[in-house]
């Protein structure tokens, strides 16, 4: 009697022998056991990059307040610097002069209109 602790040897003939998957493939080169865990590690892999979750949105980057700057809470805070200068003001200074302003006419009664009445 023969005592074995592979349950899967086959005792006897092996009439199955051609209908197995072979133990090599590519003439002998790689098993063929190698082969199909390349091919599932790849088709892990596929499905991991197809199907991953799409990474969470990064929070707003804090606002830097200036050094020695003093919140006042119910005032929104502004830039304080010019970001563009203010076009130039011209003032015009009168010269005085030494003749009198002309004279404007004064409206009031005035000369009465010389036209003829008209004709019926």
Known sequence: MKFTLNILEKRGYDTD???????????GRMRTSTLVLLIAFFAV??????????????????????PGFVPDPNYTWVPRSRVQAPPPTVTYTPTPTSTPPPQQPQPGPGPTPTSPPPAS
């Open 45 to 66: 892999w596929w499905v991991y990059d197809t199907y991953r979750p799409e990474p969470p949105p990064k929070p707003p980057a804090q606002q830097i307040v200036p």
């Open 17 to 27: 022998a051609e209908h197995r998957w072979p133990k090599y493939v590519f003439g």
